[in-house]
């Protein structure tokens, strides 16, 4: 320590004019990271490893349409996913629009949309649904729940059976299935799975 000519006290650098080694550390500048390079913490990289490989066994809904001969139609249904059939009633000659949803593994009937309800067709709503009136259909919302739906298909003159899926065009089934029993079903795959089975069409309509 050194006073000056005022008797204030200053401190004495070292020779050649230089800070303290412990001053100099802290005003030594830092260099910069290598670039492109990015630290995760352990845990979040395990957490993603973990939510990876969990969405690759997520539950999803696979729905197929065989027939005597093998497949006739089959596509990956995400939740909720809906598909319609129609035909032509054979006694009251007036469409008939059944409108089904795909959910937790089952097929769940929606809607049935009718014009008449004579000779065999609904005239009462289901417990778990209700009526409505929307001339000159009418629709029973509700029904019932199945893994697995028979259809016999008509022909031409009688039935003229038809399927869509989602939001695709109908399909007429009574061309090249007149006569046959075709099986509606679900089946219950991992997203991994349906991935390997359809490929880039998992997104459905």
């Excluded at 979040?44 to 990876?52: N, S």
Aim: net charge positive; with cysteine.
């Amino acid at each position: 320590m050194q006073q000056d000519m005022d008797g204030h006290t200053a401190s004495r650098l070292p020779a050649g004019g230089h800070a303290p080694d412990a001053a100099a550390h802290f005003l030594r500048p830092r260099r910069a990271g290598r670039r492109g390079t990015l630290s995760l913490p352990p845990l979040l990289l395990c957490l993603a490893v973990l939510e990876a490989a969990a969405l690759c066994f997520w539950p999803m809904d696979a729905f197929t349409v065989k027939g005597p001969e093998g497949v006739v139609f089959s596509a990956p249904a995400g939740l909720g996913q809906e598909y319609r059939t129609r035909y032509i009633h054979s006694v009251q000659l007036t469409p008939v629009i059944d409108v089904y949803r795909i959910l937790q593994g089952q097929i769940r009937q929606r809607q049935e949309w009718t014009r008449s309800h004579n000779a065999g067709l609904p005239s009462v709503a289901p417990q778990n649904g209700r009526f409505v009136s929307s001339p000159p259909w009418m629709v029973m919302e509700g029904g019932g729940a199945w893994r697995q739906l028979n259809l016999r298909v008509g022909d031409k003159d009688v039935g003229r059976n038809e399927f869509a899926y989602g939001r695709g065009a109908w399909i007429p089934l009574y061309r090249d299935h007149a006569g046959q029993r075709l099986e509606f079903s679900v089946t219950r795959m991992t997203l991994l799975e349906i991935c390997r089975k359809y490929g880039s069409s998992v997104i459905t309509r």
